[in-house]
């Protein structure tokens, strides 16, 4: 199938590929399922039943769950915005020390995060295995839909915590390899002790002999014997 020249400069652009890579899909899922999480029980996670007005949570009439849940998602979203670009701008970063601290700082937020998502799914699944499924007329699809997603959200954090460490370990620096580098140079530049000349070497010894050898006594002379 032959692509028309604009679709195929759309395929190879730096957008595209940049939204086609491993780190990138992962970040994206993870922003999709932090959305669906506190959207949905932010929408329809609170309801009331039919003899009371008030509002409760649609797991086990817990507030702290939707609560949590919410909470959770929301801040999970922005978390994923904010490393998307500094992905985005991964290219522009010339100080190796702070692009160090951005991928330390990443795999610190995605081990935490994996952690907060299997906590999060063992909450709200417990909730809402003792909850009333009939107790509230809506609701209850919502609130299986946050337990799924918050299933989902561990094994994408738990790969982007992956693949972070993965660059720590292929970006970490080498201590005192610039001065071990220039010391190299250095020592390539010397010129090696079997190419030194023997006549500048007997030059030498000749000039600064008169000044180190020890001047000679007078002899004395043993005269005969009369």
Not at 23 to 51: C, K, P, W
Not at 105 to 118: K, M, N, S
Not at 143 to 163: D, G, H, L, N, R
Not at 178 to 194: A, I, M, Q, Y
Request: net charge positive.
């Amino acid at each position: 199938m032959h692509l028309p020249d604009s679709l195929q400069d759309l395929a190879y652009s730096d957008a595209v590929r940049f939204l086609r890579r491993p780190r990138s899909i992962s970040r994206i899922l993870a922003g999709i399922f932090s959305l669906v999480i506190f959207s949905s029980l932010l929408t329809d996670g609170y309801q009331n039943t039919t003899e009371s007005p008030q509002l409760l949570c649609v797991l086990k009439s817990n507030n702290t769950a939707c609560s949590f849940a919410v909470g959770a998602g929301f801040l999970s979203f922005l978390s994923t915005l904010v490393f998307l670009a500094l992905d985005a701008h991964e290219n522009r970063i010339a100080s190796t020390r702070f692009k160090t601290s951005c991928q330390l700082l990443d795999f610190i937020v995605a081990v935490l995060w994996a952690g907060v998502w299997f906590t999060g799914f063992c909450f709200l699944a417990g909730q809402w295995q003792h909850s009333r499924h009939n107790h509230f007329l809506l609701g209850n699809s919502s609130a299986k839909a946050a337990i799924a997603f918050a299933f989902f959200s561990i094994p994408v954090w738990a790969f982007q915590a992956y693949m972070a460490f993965q660059d720590l370990r292929k970006d970490v620096p080498v201590p005192y390899k610039r001065s071990l580098d220039e010391g190299g140079v250095v020592l390539n530049t010397l010129t090696p002790p079997s190419a030194a000349s023997p006549v500048s070497i007997s030059a030498a010894s000749s000039a600064v002999s008169p000044y180190l050898s020890a001047p000679k006594g007078p002899r004395l002379a043993m005269m005969p014997d009369n």
